[in-house]
């Protein structure tokens, strides 16, 4: 059974670009969830997918965006980087939102 | 929405000790869970656990929903238990909302 896997690891980006991260849910997993981590915070919930629609948005700004695909992994994208953007950026996936949630290692975003 | 507050914020043991982490949230809760964050990032799960009694090796957790806390054990603690232990709850909805974490430190 593979796990929730991340790519990239690390990406550095200048203000003002677009960044794609992508996701790969967990078998059996059709919930993805992403997560922003500022330095030194608790995880702040950006939004979820669940079976290709989006389920629940935290408080972030439209620039902010996703996909789910039928194979349930996901994108998160961002357009319009700012400097505040620099973060842990961590997903999470379930089985019909229930039983909890496994993480993957995250993508470290440096916008400089 | 629901207020996570854990403590304490920052603990630091000698190798071998016992510690108990807490948890307080101020609502319902349909899912609890507990986390370690490695040095690398990755969020470990430890323990599902939105009511009752959990254990597993020398970690072992509580809920006690009705009262609106949760706690975490470790015992015989060992240096690679040091990083930041995560509680979060999730009420009706999709997310999972955090605390701010206990920074744990085990020195050899």
């Known amino acids: 059974e593979t796990g929730v896997t991340q790519s990239p690891t690390h990406l550095i980006k200048t203000r003002g670009q677009q960044v794609t991260l992508r996701c790969s849910s967990q078998s059996g997993h059709n919930t993805v969830s992403w997560y922003q981590q500022a330095l030194g915070q608790g995880p702040q919930f950006i939004f979820q997918?669940?079976?290709?629609?989006?389920?629940g948005r935290g408080n972030f700004p439209p620039r902010f965006s996703g996909l789910q695909f039928p194979n349930y992994s996901s994108e998160l994208n961002v357009n319009a980087l700012e400097l505040d953007d620099s973060a842990l950026y961590l997903c999470?996936?379930?089985?019909?939102?229930?039983?909890?949630?496994?993480f993957g290692s995250g993508t470290r975003l440096t916008v400089v | 929405g629901i207020q996570v507050e854990q403590s304490p914020p920052d603990l630091i043991l000698q190798e071998g000790a016992n510690s108990t982490l807490r948890c307080n949230f101020s609502d319902s809760v349909n899912n609890l869970q507990w986390f370690h964050q490695n040095p690398w990032g990755q969020l470990i799960n430890l323990f599902y656990i939105p009511s009752g009694t959990k254990q597993n090796g020398r970690l072992s957790a509580t809920t006690v929903a009705t009262e609106r806390y949760s706690l975490l054990y470790i015992s015989s603690s060992q240096t690679t238990d040091s990083g930041v232990y995560f509680c979060a709850v999730e009420t009706s909805g999709s997310r999972l909302t955090f605390g701010e974490g206990t920074q744990l430190t085990v020195n050899p």
């Open positions: 999470a996936s379930s089985k019909d939102r229930v039983y909890g949630y496994t």
């Open positions: 997918y669940y079976r290709e629609e989006e389920n």
